[in-house]
T-cell receptor, first 117, second 113 residues
Framework: DTGVSQDPRHKITKRGQNVTFRCDPISEHNRLYWYRQTLGQGPEFLTYFQNEAQLEKSRLLSDRFSAERPKGSFSTLEIQRTEQGDSAMYLC???????????????FGSGTRLTVV | KNQVEQSPQSLIILEGKNCTLQCNYTVSPFSNLRWYKQDTGRGPVSLTIMTFSENTKSNGRYTATLDADTKQSSLHITASQLSDSASYICVVSALNYGQNFVFGPGTRLSVLP
C-alpha cells in the first residue's frame, strides 16, 4: 500500500462543466475526508465518511458538490456546473478510527489541482 | 468555537539558520496536536503528533513542543535547509468533534541560500 492516492493530479475544465475526482484511501482505514485548499490558506473541511456513511458535510459543500463512498473503500467528489471560484486544490485524507475518539494514521493524498477557466 | 491560529503568517530565513513557528489553539476537549509540512502543490505530510501528556517530540531537525495549559505549540527547525521551504500547518484534534480536525492557516517558510 502506497498511501492515499488521488486522481487526477491536475484538472483544467471550462466553467459550467462537471468534474469528478477520485480518492483511494489506505486500505485498512475506515474514515475518509475531503478538503478544499486555496492558495495561501489551510485546508477547509468539506465532508467525511466512516465506512460508506457520510457523517458530516460542511456548509461549504453546496448543492453542486456531492461525494460518495459506495463500498466504504474509494470515494468520489463531483462538482457540477463548475464556477471559477471552485478553482482550488482538493485534498483527500484517510484514518483509522477506533471505538473511542482516536483517529490513527491520519494521512493526506497529494491532492487534485482544479482550474476552472 | 474551536480555532487554531498560527504565527507568523510567513517567514524568510537564510540557509543554516534556526527558526520557530507558533501555534495557538482553543480546541476543546483536546485530543492531540499535529504539525504538517506541505510543499507547494503537494498534500500535507505529517511531521509530529503529540497527545496531552507529551510536551516535546522530535523528528530529525524538527522539534515540536506542546503546552496544554496555555494551549500553545511551537515547531522549531534547526539548521534549516533549502528543502525546508514549505507551508507548515498546525492541526488540532478534538475529542468527540465530528470529523475531529481543526486546521490552522499555516506558516509559509522560505529558506534562502
Amino acid at each position: 500500500d502506497t498511501g492515499v492516492s488521488q486522481d487526477p493530479r491536475h484538472k483544467i475544465t471550462k466553467r459550467g462543466q462537471n468534474v469528478t475526482f477520485r480518492c483511494d484511501p489506505i486500505s485498512e482505514h475506515n474514515r475518509l475526508y475531503w478538503y478544499r485548499q486555496t492558495l495561501g490558506q489551510g485546508p477547509e473541511f468539506l465532508t467525511y465518511f466512516q465506512n460508506e456513511a457520510q457523517l458530516e458535510k460542511s456548509r461549504l459543500l453546496s448543492d453542486r458538490f456531492s461525494a460518495e463512498r459506495p463500498k466504504g473503500s474509494f470515494s468520489t467528489l463531483e462538482i457540477q456546473r463548475t464556477e471559477q471560484g471552485d478553482s482550488a486544490m482538493y485534498l483527500c485524507a484517510s484514518s483509522l478510527k477506533d471505538r473511542g475518539s482516536n483517529a490513527y494514521g491520519y494521512t493526506f493524498g497529494s491532492g487534485t489541482r482544479l482550474t476552472v477557466v | 468555537k474551536n480555532q487554531v491560529e498560527q504565527s507568523p503568517q510567513s517567514l524568510i530565513i537564510l540557509e543554516g539558520k534556526n527558526c520557530t513557528l507558533q501555534c495557538n489553539y482553543t480546541v476543546s476537549p483536546f485530543s492531540n496536536l499535529r504539525w504538517y509540512k506541505q510543499d507547494t502543490g503537494r498534500g500535507p505530510v505529517s511531521l509530529t503528533i503529540m497527545t496531552f501528556s507529551e510536551n516535546t517530540k522530535s523528528n530529525g531537525r524538527y522539534t515540536a513542543t506542546l503546552d496544554a495549559d496555555t494551549k500553545q505549540s511551537s515547531l522549531h527547525i534547526t539548521a534549516s535547509q533549502l528543502s525546508d521551504s514549505a507551508s507548515y500547518i498546525c492541526v488540532v484534534s478534538a475529542l468527540n468533534y465530528g470529523q475531529n480536525f481543526v486546521f490552522g492557516p499555516g506558516t509559509r517558510l522560505s529558506v534562502l541560500p
